[in-house]
């Protein structure tokens, strides 16, 4: 079964940067579309990017639009999030997921079936 592991997260003061990472364990061209996800305690896992892995078409949630960049390097099997302008509200768990299934782009977390296990942004004021 593909497994996926984050990294990358850490604590940064608000107006920093960070780039999450995604390694997959197999061929990432496998995929239909990718995304980053995002949990805080008590509230439900959200949306924040999302690539087609054909033609690199992007979404993003509109808290995060023109901060963040998701992207994909296929000859390391890596997807990516490139964090700028972070913002306390940022702070959360970070999730990567995968899907086959579907072609179409969803920030929606019922629609991806593969996950990785998260790793922890912290955004201080």
């Known amino acids: 079964q593909v497994q996926l592991v984050e990294s990358g997260g850490a604590s940064v003061q608000a107006g920093g940067s960070l780039t999450l990472s995604c390694t997959a364990s197999e061929d990432i061209s496998n995929f239909r579309r990718m995304a980053w996800f995002r949990q805080v305690p008590g509230k439900a896992r959200e949306g924040v990017a999302t690539i087609s892995m054909a033609s690199e078409h992007t979404d993003y949630d509109i808290s995060v639009k023109g901060r963040f960049t998701i992207s994909q390097e296929k000859v390391k099997n890596m997807l990516t999030l490139q964090m700028d302008s972070l913002k306390p509200e940022d702070t959360a768990m970070y999730y990567c997921?995968?899907?086959?299934?579907?072609?179409?782009?969803?920030?929606?977390?019922?629609?991806?079936?593969?996950w990785g296990q998260g790793t922890q942004v912290t955004v201080s004021s």
């Open positions: 997921a995968a899907d086959d299934r579907s072609w179409l782009l969803t920030l929606y977390a019922t629609y991806y079936r593969t």
